[in-house]
């Protein structure tokens, strides 16, 4: 595989509607070439015997089933909150009104 060109490096950044300036240019062709040989690589990778997967590790549901145990009483909390009206939390409306 050929490495990438500034000329074509120039291309792909008009095309993206990138104004580059000369140092980027150079900058991003070594590292969009470092990226282009990586791909290379793998391309190259004799994958007859793997089969298609949608994701590379074995996903299970990991959470604990529901248990019912001890909660906080509900007049300890609401004694602590800012503000509380008619046994709940009084919080400020969504436009940002204070209570």
Do not use: C, K, Y
């Not at 990438?4 to 070439?33: C, D, M, N, Q, Y």
């Not at 604990?64 to 609401?78: F, M, Q, S």
């Amino acid at each position: 595989m050929t490495a990438i060109t500034p000329e074509e490096v120039e291309h792909v950044a008009v095309l993206a509607r990138l104004r580059l300036s000369p140092e980027e240019v150079a900058h991003f062709t070594g590292h969009l070439g470092a990226i282009l040989e990586h791909a290379a690589d793998v391309e190259a990778l004799d994958l007859a015997d793997v089969p298609p997967t949608s994701h590379p590790v074995h996903l299970e549901n990991v959470m604990r089933p529901d248990r019912v145990g001890p909660t906080l009483d509900r007049d300890e909390v609401l004694a602590e909150a800012p503000a509380a009206q008619e046994n709940r939390f009084r919080v400020p409306p969504i436009l940002g009104v204070e209570p």
